[in-house]
């Protein structure tokens, strides 16, 4: 059974950092790409970056030099470094595991930034 577990999320100043974790289980975690999600209230699930099994990232314009996407293919991570935050960063940010065939994801955790 795969499981994908984050954590991290919190409340946050304007202009503060956090940092999200992704625990993988169940799945052949280096053969994924991992990406991190966000959906706000009212607002369609986006892209926020995304790492291959090689370690290719690319990320969102939004959060450009802003946010680093890692991974540590030893302990089944996927990690989420973000700084300079802003209040329109706040919304659920999930995690997902895909492949060419299918994919997974996690429950999501909350980043709420205040002005």
């Known amino acids: 059974q795969v499981q994908l577990v984050e954590s991290g999320g919190g409340l946050v100043q304007a202009g503060g950092s956090l940092r999200l974790s992704c625990a993988a289980s169940?799945?052949?975690?280096?053969?994924?790409?991992m990406g991190w999600y966000r959906q706000a209230p009212g607002k369609q699930r986006e892209l926020v970056a995304r790492v291959t099994p090689g370690g290719s990232t690319n990320y969102a314009g939004p959060v450009k030099g802003r946010f680093t996407i890692s991974r540590d293919n030893a302990k089944n991570t996927v990690y989420l470094q973000m700084t300079s935050l802003k209040p329109e960063d706040t919304a659920v940010y999930l995690c997902?595991?895909?492949?060419?065939?299918?994919?997974?994801w996690g429950q999501g955790t909350q980043v709420t930034v205040s002005s």
């Open positions: 169940g799945l052949t975690f280096g053969a994924y790409a």
């Open positions: 997902a595991a895909d492949n060419s065939l299918v994919d997974y």
